[in-house]
Each structure stands twice: as structure tokens, then as C-alpha cells.
T-cell receptor
Framework: QKEVEQNSGPLSVPEGAIASLNCTYSDRGSQSFFWYRQYSGKSPELIMFIYSNGDKEDGRFTAQLNKASQYVSLLIRDSQPSDSATYLCAVRETDKLIFGTGTRLQVFP | GAGVSQSPRYKVAKRGQDVALRCDPISGHVSLFWYQQALGQGPEFLTYFQNEAQLDKSGLPSDRFFAERPEGSVSTLKIQRTQQEDSAVYLC???????????FGPGTRLLVL
């Protein structure tokens, strides 16, 4: 069973700080990686996807991929209390997504 | 436009009861996925349709679970003889194509007593 690992947290950061969320995966052949945000009691919402090594930026969010180390991260700049949620890392395996358990982020004022 | 919709949003079932969960994908999306999310866990894949064809059902936990999408649009996930361990949120996702972005519905929260 191919695996996606995340620290469950909670990760607590002050408002305005950078939040760094990390994810490792077991299948060296994986090509497509996704970050979803899930508010309590709600469904996952796609934040970013990344396919190539390096950084991909979208507003306050930056996804980083290192295929050699089998490592994906999500940076959230200028964190806001509204960013408080669980962040799910997912890897595509053929057509389906394999999710990690998620990291709970808490941004305090 | 309308997103993925699911019904019912909440379902309480007695152990041994059969349940049916419905998913309406985004219009035009040919791929439809079902996931199960237990409390404190990430979603786990159950099954996947491309139009009306069920291409992968490797994640269905037992033969009590059955899914269909007869006309390539609405899908139903049926659980027969529910057990307490079936209690979870059942998420449906759809995408334009097999490897396009998956968009999730609000989920059906199933509680088996």
C-alpha cells in the first residue's frame, strides 16, 4: 500500500507568520501532488497542485516538491486565523488520490 | 455554477439496515470518485467511475458495499447490512477527466448505531 505521511499536529503559528506544512510519500514513481484544505465538518477544497520539482506560488501559498527526497511542502505566508483548518496532502496513484491523515493548523491572533 | 451535491447530508442507521447515498456530480464531469473519511483520518478511496463504467472498485471494504452510475451521471453508493465500523463521512468527487482536478461534494455523514 502506497503511503502518504503527514504530522497530525496541531501546528500553532501566530497571525502574520509563515506556516510550513510537510508531507512525504512512499512511491518514487508518483508524479502529481495536491494540497487540500478541510475546515471542520466541511469537505476538502483544493488549494494547489504541483507536478514538477521546485516551487509553485499562488498568492500567499507556495507548494514545494522534491522528488529525489519524496517530499512535498506547503508554505502559507502571512497566516490568518481564517487559515485555521486541516491541510491534506494527496498523491495521485493512477486515477485515484491517496491522502495523508492531514495536519491541523491553528493560527492564533 | 453548481458544485457536487450529495444526499442525504446526515444518515442515522440501525445496525443491519441498508442505506443508499446519492451523488450528483458537476455537470459534464465524466469521472466520479467515492471516498470514505473516518474521524481524524484522510479520505480513503472506495471506487471510481468513468462515465457509467466502474473502472476501479479496489477500495470497497467488503461485498456489502456496492456502487453504481447507470447513466453516467448520478451515482449511488449502497451499503447493505450496515455495521458500526461503517460510520464515517462518505465523500463524492468529480472531475472533467480521469486525471483532472477532483472537486468534492459536502459529504454524507453516516452514523450506524
Amino acid at each position: 500500500q502506497k503511503e502518504v505521511e503527514q504530522n497530525s499536529g496541531p501546528l500553532s503559528v501566530p497571525e502574520g507568520a509563515i506556516a510550513s506544512l510537510n508531507c512525504t510519500y512512499s512511491d518514487r514513481g508518483s508524479q502529481s501532488f495536491f494540497w487540500y484544505r478541510q475546515y471542520s465538518g466541511k469537505s476538502p477544497e483544493l488549494i494547489m497542485f504541483i507536478y514538477s520539482n521546485g516551487d509553485k506560488e499562488d498568492g500567499r501559498f507556495t507548494a514545494q516538491l522534491n522528488k529525489a527526497s519524496q517530499y512535498v511542502s506547503l508554505l502559507i505566508r502571512d497566516s490568518q486565523p481564517s487559515d485555521s483548518a486541516t491541510y491534506l496532502c494527496a498523491v495521485r496513484e493512477t486515477d485515484k488520490l491517496i491522502f495523508g491523515t492531514g495536519t491541523r493548523l491553528q493560527v492564533f491572533p | 455554477g453548481a458544485g457536487v451535491s450529495q444526499s442525504p447530508r446526515y444518515k442515522v442507521a440501525k445496525r443491519g439496515q441498508d442505506v443508499a447515498l446519492r451523488c450528483d456530480p458537476i455537470s459534464g464531469h465524466v469521472s466520479l470518485f467515492w471516498y470514505q473519511q473516518a474521524l481524524g483520518q484522510g479520505p480513503e478511496f472506495l471506487t471510481y467511475f468513468q462515465n457509467e463504467a466502474q473502472l476501479d472498485k479496489s477500495g470497497l471494504p467488503s461485498d456489502r458495499f456496492f456502487a453504481e452510475r447507470p447513466e453516467g451521471s448520478v451515482s449511488t453508493l449502497k451499503i447493505q447490512r450496515t455495521q458500526q465500523e461503517d460510520s464515517a463521512v462518505y465523500l463524492c468527487a468529480s472531475s472533467l477527466g480521469r486525471r483532472e482536478t477532483q472537486y468534492f461534494g459536502p459529504g454524507t455523514r453516516l452514523l450506524v448505531l
